[in-house]
């Protein structure tokens, strides 16, 4: 094989945990945030608004960004601007400022997470086989060192005007050798084409797809900590571990997803997969107690680990004259799933209780067990 190819599968995974790693350095240090700068729950929630709308519009515009520059140039420009947005937050002279930058972290996100998904593309369609799930485990990789750093720092009372800057530099110097060195030249399939051409249909079951994975994903991250503590009773030192079994089921699963895909198929898989999350779900909502629920997150990251890199993979082989905006489509509507997941579960929490809430989410499942013939791509499109 070509060393150049290998050395390419190689930087995008190092840029996908240096995505993972510059968004958990911010998560992991809100409380840290929220405190230097006197904010108020609610004036948090409209920082955490403006990442969600940086994010979102970013979203809208990454895929004709790509078409047009490739998604390597993509990806240096989104790890510049998700990495300025750390430092900014960090100093930040007031709270419009802090409103400001976390829009500004989201849009680098959303840039860097399009961008290095485009290239995975790029390179999975030049190795010939299946890889794309495997590159997704290094985000959750980055994401668990991130985070794991933050928590070390806060714990030795680092203050954060010192953390994300330092962390910062030493991110995007790593990222633009993985860029600049490793990432395939030259130009991407159909870059230059139009950029602004509709998506075909055979995209909208995929985004359906990814909708519903990045939904039941966003309901672990953010919910389930407050399930253990308020539906369990399970103590404060416990709470934390539901999203970390699900976080390193999730990394194990990704790094063996792309071989069983390649003898199984991807429908058969993404049928199995999802049986699983559906136990684990039923698991975490049937027996509220702490162990056993524990124990069915750890299997909804088992479960739903393989879903959202599957469905982009697809995406890139149903359009291959332009997969970066066919990735990008379906990168959107997964992230609104990511997205609307916590408010849904919110309103659905003060209606029916967060134990019904949390089953609905995992519920949509379904939806990815009956649309998973629609992720087979055609012949005519190989």
């Not at 039941?216 to 103590?235: F, H, I, K, Q, R």
């Not at 779900?281 to 524990?294: D, K, N, Y």
Request: hydrophobic letters at 60%.
């Amino acid at each position: 094989m070509d060393p150049d190819l290998r050395k390419a599968r190689v930087g995008v995974c190092i840029v996908f945990a240096i995505c993972g790693a510059a968004f958990a350095t911010w998560a992991a240090r809100i409380p840290a945030v929220q405190e230097r700068l006197g904010l108020s729950t609610g004036e948090l929630g409209l920082g955490l608004f403006a990442l969600a709308a940086g994010s979102v519009i970013a979203l809208l515009a990454a895929g004709p960004l790509i078409v047009t520059i490739g998604s390597r140039a993509g990806a240096m420009i989104g790890a510049v601007v998700l990495c300025a947005g750390l430092p900014v937050i960090a100093f930040a002279p007031g709270k419009a400022w802090f409103v400001a930058a976390l829009f500004v972290l989201g849009v680098g996100n959303s840039v860097l997470d399009v961008s290095m998904n485009a290239h995975a593309a790029r390179v999975e369609q030049e190795y010939g086989r299946p890889i794309f799930a495997g590159f997704h485990a290094f985000w959750n990789i980055g994401g668990l060192v991130g985070s794991g750093a933050g928590a070390a720092l806060e714990a030795v009372h680092v203050p954060i005007t010192v953390h994300f800057p330092w962390a910062a530099v030493l991110l995007l110097a790593i990222g633009a050798f993985a860029t600049l060195r490793l990432f395939r030249t030259g130009p991407d399939q159909g870059q230059g084409a139009s950029a602004f051409a509709l998506p075909s249909k055979a995209l909208i079951p995929l985004g359906v797809i990814a909708f519903c994975g990045f939904l039941a994903e966003g309901t672990v991250n953010d919910w389930s900590a407050v399930y253990l503590s308020d539906v369990t009773a399970a103590p404060a030192a416990v709470t934390s571990l539901g999203y970390f079994a699900f976080s390193f089921a999730m990394i194990g699963v990704r790094l063996v997803a792309d071989r069983a895909t390649d003898r199984v198929g991807i429908v058969a898989l993404v049928r199995v997969v999802t049986v699983i999350t559906l136990a684990g779900f039923a698991l975490v909502t049937l027996v509220p107690v702490p162990a056993v629920a524990i124990i069915g997150f750890a299997v909804v990251g088992v479960g739903v680990s393989a879903v959202v890199p599957l469905a982009w993979s697809s995406a890139s082989r149903m359009e291959p004259h332009a997969p970066s905006r066919a990735v990008a489509a379906v990168a959107t509507c997964g992230y609104l799933g990511f997205l609307a997941g916590p408010v849904v579960i919110s309103v659905l929490e003060g209606a029916v209780g967060l134990r019904l809430a949390v089953a609905c989410a995992g519920a949509l499942m379904v939806l990815v067990y009956v649309l998973a013939p629609t992720m087979r791509v055609p012949v005519a499109a190989r």
